[in-house]
T-cell receptor
Framework: GENVEQHPSTLSVQEGDSAVIKCTYS??????FPWYKQELGKRPQLIID?????GEKKDQRIAVTLNKTAKHFSLHITETQPEDSAVYFC???????????FGQGTTLQVKP | EAGVAQSPRYKIIEKRQSVAFWCNPI?????LYWYQQILGQGPKLLIQ????????DSQLPKDRFSAERLKGVDSTLKIQPAKLEDSAVYLC???????????????FGPGTRLTVL
């Protein structure tokens, strides 16, 4: 069935370092890949997304890359700050406007 | 712009009791989703509405869960009877429901944290 695997489950970095979170999806029909940030006790918030016709997208300190052949996509955060500490979820959509299949989440801790 | 509203924020019930959650989507959003998020996991879709019609309810445990979206705006999700394993955060999300630049961003509400004792 539809599945998204996310790694690592926890990630600890020093302030200013880069962080990378990787996801793999199972269904080759997936064509939309958003990333959500969820702070403790709060709602998931979209931070960046990418469509299957694009290989990379950047927004200031965050970027997402997509490898359709390998069915991999990754989130890259540069110059991490303590306020980046949160749980990050990747997701894949089997069709645009369809349901999101979420990964298990990565808890990112940025140490000052 | 007002976000997705949900109530209550917290609910504690005994197993076998019933419970209902309410969601008010962003104004003008045609698509509404209910997700279940168990502690330490990613959200899992329970049901998706397009206006007041069901698009996907394949993972909704229909023997105990029900949802409706009368008039294509607000929605309620009900559990009857509740089981211990229903303890989770129930998230409502909404989206425009049409392709805006090829995507249809989902915006989440704050969720309802349900504890079943």
């Amino acid at each position: 069935g539809e599945n998204v695997e996310q790694h690592p489950s926890t990630l600890s970095v020093q302030e200013g370092d880069s962080a990378v979170i990787k996801c793999t999806y199972s269904d080759s029909a997936s064509n939309y890949f958003p990333w959500y940030k969820q702070e403790l006790g709060k709602r998931p918030q979209l931070i960046i997304d990418i469509r299957s016709n694009v290989g990379e997208k950047k927004d200031q300190r965050i970027a997402v890359t997509l490898n359709k052949t390998a069915k991999h996509f990754s989130l890259h955060i540069t110059e991490t700050q303590p306020e980046d500490s949160a749980v990050y979820f990747c997701a894949a959509s089997i069709r645009i406007r369809g349901k999101l299949i979420f990964g298990q989440g990565t808890t990112l801790q940025v140490k000052p | 712009e007002a976000g997705v509203a949900q109530s209550p924020r917290y609910k504690i019930i005994e197993k076998r009791q019933s419970v209902a959650f309410w969601c008010n989507p962003i104004s003008g959003h045609a698509t509404l989703y209910w997700y279940q998020q168990i502690l330490g996991q990613g959200p899992k879709l329970l049901i998706q509405f397009q206006n007041n019609g069901v698009v996907d309810d394949s993972q909704l445990p229909k023997d105990r869960f029900s949802a409706e979206r009368l008039k294509g705006v607000d929605s309620t999700l009900k559990i009857q009877p509740a089981k211990l394993e229903d303890s989770a955060v129930y998230l409502c999300a909404s989206s425009l429901g049409r392709l805006a630049g090829g995507t249809d961003t989902q915006y989440f509400g704050p969720g309802t944290r349900l504890t079943v004792l």
